[in-house]
């Protein structure tokens, strides 16, 4: 399962990557929806997938593996079993990303991030930042899915991931799928049986 074909598939079989006309959390319309914690809500492919992306750093000697909360925690999380590391997660509070709940990095220690799904690198480019002020090393940024569509995420360091998806996203007044009359979809909703 190195190839970006096989990850694909893996993304498929969860119905975690779909192709259609999606409305988007953010309100756009996108012919492709992507959603990680569909892949990642089984833990044995989670434990699969992220294992693949840790192979990528078996000899980078990494200590820690840190992933911005929420999307970054079970990928942390399952990269640090297969490095046999220390998984944390960082979160937002008063707006910065931080380490709470008695979670910390020494001098020296060696950290990868971890995220699910890198779009911009905004949340992992402030976790660096804090684990560097911190005086710990950054040596890897890993992504199950790189969505940077080639722009440069501004880690200092390439961006390892499994698969580049592109997910283009049109304005709803301005979606060439709406005009085509293709039926639109907000992805999760479903009718529940007895639900009235
Ligand atoms: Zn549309």
């Not at 995420?153 to 007044?173: E, N, W």
């Amino acid at each position: 399962m190195t190839d970006p074909g096989a990850i694909l598939d893996v993304f498929r079989d969860a119905g975690a990557l779909l192709e259609g006309h999606f409305l988007l959390a953010s309100g756009m319309h996108s012919p492709t929806y992507l959603q990680c914690a569909l892949v990642l809500r089984e833990p044995s492919r989670a434990e699969r997938v992220c294992g693949r992306l840790a192979y990528r750093f078996a000899d980078a000697g990494i200590q820690t593996v840190i992933g911005p909360a929420i999307g970054g925690i079970v990928v942390a999380h399952e990269v640090a079993r297969a490095l046999g590391a220390k998984a944390l997660f960082a979160e937002r509070q008063d707006g910065s990303m931080t380490l709470r709940r008695g979670f910390a990095v020494e001098a020296g220690e060696r950290v990868l991030l971890a995220e699910d799904v890198v779009t911009t690198g905004g949340s992992l480019r402030e976790v660096q930042q804090m684990v560097t002020a911190a005086g710990a090393e950054v040596v890897g940024v890993a992504a199950l899915v790189d969505r940077t569509s080639g722009r440069d995420p501004g880690f200092g360091m390439p961006l390892v991931s499994l698969v580049k998806i592109d997910v283009p996203t049109y304005q709803a007044d301005d979606c060439p799928l709406c005009r085509e009359g293709v039926p639109l979809i907000k992805p999760g909703s479903r009718v529940v049986p007895g639900s009235g």
